[in-house]
């Protein structure tokens, strides 16, 4: 198999679910720092009821990583290209999908120059497409080096404890969100759930947690 055959490769399961740690724990952290610096308000960024964690960076980080990884060696102005037309792109799905599932929107950019329909724009494409060429060419190398160094069987243990709890933190997340909207719908509390979702959950909790929502156009 020629070198070039053996570069072309994806990567593996763990570091990318690494990837999505971290780019879901710092992606929170940036996006509060961005709204601090513009606005002066300390607003949580988190797409979950708990702990400062990002879904949308989480899961872009792992699409910008896994398909982008193969062409690291045919520069970074491909990887700025590609990077900036995949993040736009999944940017512009995840509102969509958010949107279509609990009848909100998370952000809105139609304030901004060059917008798509209010889901992204060109700025944060560009963004995307230069956090990507740095992330593949120097932020997922130094990730491995530094997660490798942990002992296999302690990685593995860490890391499907952390997917069993941010799994539970987003059904539990999903779940409040869906139960808001049939309380704004006038639908009464119908079973156990439902009444625990009221109960632990009401509108102002969510919206003091997510404060970015607002309601489509």
């Known amino acids: 198999m020629s070198p070039g055959r053996r570069d072309f490769q994806f990567p593996a399961a763990y570091p990318l679910f690494w990837t999505?740690?971290?780019?879901?724990?710092?992606?929170?952290?940036?996006?509060v720092a961005y709204v601090w610096s513009a606005t002066g308000i300390v607003m949580s960024r988190s797409s979950l009821l708990y702990g400062p964690f990002s879904l949308v960076w989480g899961l872009g980080a792992v699409l910008v990583t896994w398909c982008?990884?193969?062409?690291?060696?045919?520069?970074?102005?491909?990887?700025?290209?590609?990077?900036?037309?995949?993040?736009?792109?999944?940017e512009y799905v995840a509102s969509a999908v958010g949107e279509a599932m609990f009848h909100k929107l998370f952000w809105d950019y139609s304030h901004m120059p060059f917008h798509l329909a209010g889901r992204t724009n060109l700025l944060f494409a560009l963004l995307w497409g230069l956090g990507a060429a740095l992330w593949v060419l120097r932020g997922f190398?130094?990730?491995?080096?530094?997660?490798?160094?942990?002992?296999?069987?302690?990685?593995?243990?860490l890391l499907r404890g952390m997917a069993l709890v941010l799994a539970a933190d987003?059904?539990?997340?999903?779940?409040?969100?869906?139960r808001m909207e049939e309380r704004q719908a006038g639908q009464p509390a119908d079973g156990p759930v439902a009444q625990a979702m009221d109960?632990?959950?009401?509108?102002?909790?969510?919206?003091?947690?997510?404060?970015?929502?607002?309601?489509?156009?």
């Not at 740690?21 to 992606?27: K, M, P, Q, T, Y």
């Not at 062409?71 to 990077?83: D, I, S, T």
């Not at 190398?141 to 243990?157: E, H, I, N, Q």
């Not at 987003?170 to 869906?178: D, H, R, V």
């Open 170 to 178: 987003t059904l539990l997340s999903a779940a409040a969100m869906l």
């Open 68 to 90: 982008l990884w193969p062409f690291r060696h045919r520069g970074p102005w491909v990887l700025l290209l590609a990077g900036g037309v995949l993040g736009g792109g999944f």
């Open 199 to 217: 109960q632990w959950y009401p509108d102002t909790v969510l919206h003091r947690r997510f404060q970015n929502l607002m309601e489509p156009h």
């Open 20 to 31: 999505f740690l971290a780019a879901g724990f710092l992606g929170e952290r940036i996006e």
């Open 141 to 157: 190398p130094a990730l491995t080096r530094l997660t490798g160094r942990l002992p296999p069987r302690a990685s593995r243990v």
